[in-house]
């Protein structure tokens, strides 16, 4: 069959309202997808499968009595927990880091690419990572990057909307949350997960922030070993110590060195699109970059590149020449940003 085959059958099974034949070719489409490599879709499509199942299983239960709209609130609730739901494009490669941290995200990505055999072994699989490391350094790229590799799903979670000021809801909110994540074979992304541990500052109450970190080592004992948790954060020190130490890895994203600068302007100047006038002042920029993240580091160099080409527009001509001395001055002013 081809695409278009499978699109004829959708259109007939679906005007015809035949919702068995139509689930089967839904899913005959989402193997032939996964199998020509169009891993993106397939994924997209399951997940829509997998609500629409979901849907039909509990409308049903509209025959015992159950009416339809409490569904329909539940999943109004789930959904308003959930900031976004996403697949990714991101590869190891798009990450600049060290030789450590790629070594240590290789190994956790093995892990899931070989848990029939850990399975078959009766191996504990890692599920649970934490990022942590100064803003604009990768924690969020790095969370894409392990999607994108595993091909899954990644639910990023909505935590001004899961913390609760009510007592006990934040722990409800968690649970509703990775209860869904399991049913979906999905990534949960926690960002700013120290702000679990902060719960106290809304309710006052240490008791509830007690309760919430106890939630939440309930559910990562319990997780299953397909689930994968991803916590983010800026500041470790303020997550609990029995928490930090229940996640399988975590890992420390820095602020770049003089070689992780020139790999991201490698990567920034799109390996050679673009390229610097005057080539023997980079290395000066570079040393004076230390200190900044490399999103600061790569937004200046996007500037340069751009105003430099707005200028060659406004002269008539048009190359791909960055004017470096942009990029020095747009470093220099972070800098100064910085030290304020
Ligand atoms: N290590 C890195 N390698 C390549 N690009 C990076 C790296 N770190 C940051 N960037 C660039 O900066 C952008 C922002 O980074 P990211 O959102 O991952 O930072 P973060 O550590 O999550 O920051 P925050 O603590 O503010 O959430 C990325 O989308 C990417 O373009
Ligand atoms: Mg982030």
Same mark, same amino acid.
């Given at each position: 069959m081809t695409q278009y085959d499978y699109i004829k059958d959708i259109a007939k099974y679906g005007l015809e309202n035949d919702y068995e034949k139509l689930l089967q070719v839904l899913n005959e489409l989402v193997d032939y997808s996964k199998k020509s490599n169009k891993m993106n879709f397939a994924i997209q499509l399951q997940s829509i499968l997998k609500e629409s199942i979901r849907q039909h299983q509990v409308s049903g239960l509209s025959i015992v009595g159950s009416p339809k709209h409490i569904l329909r609130e539940e999943e109004k609730e789930l959904s308003d927990l959930v900031l976004e739901k996403l697949t990714s494009d991101y590869r190891l490669k798009d990450l600049v880091c060290t030789e450590k941290v790629v070594s240590e995200l290789q190994h956790f990505i093995q892990e899931h690419q070989f848990i029939d055999l850990l399975n078959k072994f009766e191996l504990p699989v890692s599920n649970k990572v934490l990022f942590h490391g100064?803003?604009?350094?990768g924690k969020t790229l790095a969370a894409y990057v392990l999607a994108g590799e595993l091909e899954k799903l990644m639910i990023v979670v909505n935590l001004g909307a899961i913390v609760?000021? %009510?007592?006990g809801e934040t722990s409800k909110n968690l649970a509703k949350i990775f209860k869904w994540a399991a049913s979906e074979d999905a990534i949960i992304f926690i960002d700013e997960f120290d702000s679990l541990g902060k719960v106290r500052d809304y309710s006052q109450d240490h008791g509830e922030m007690k309760r919430v970190v106890n939630t939440i080592l309930q559910l990562f004992d319990y997780l299953p070993k397909e689930s994968i948790i991803i916590g983010a954060t800026?500041?470790?020190?303020?997550?609990?110590g029995a928490l930090r130490r229940r996640f399988d890895l975590v890992v420390e994203l820095e602020k770049p060195d003089e070689k992780h600068v020139k790999e991201l302007i490698d990567k920034t100047l799109q390996h050679g699109n673009f390229v610097f006038?005057? %080539?023997?002042d980079i290395p000066a920029i570079i040393k004076q970059s230390l200190g900044l993240s490399y999103y600061t580091i790569q937004k200046t160099l996007i500037t340069a590149i751009k105003r430099s080409l707005f200028d060659q527009v406004d002269k008539g001509a048009l190359s791909t020449?960055?004017?470096t001395h942009i990029w020095k001055e747009l470093i220099a002013q972070e800098q100064l940003n910085l030290a304020k």
């Open positions: 100064p803003s604009g350094c609760s000021s %009510k007592l800026n500041q470790i020190n303020m997550i609990d006038k005057n %080539k023997k020449v960055i004017d």
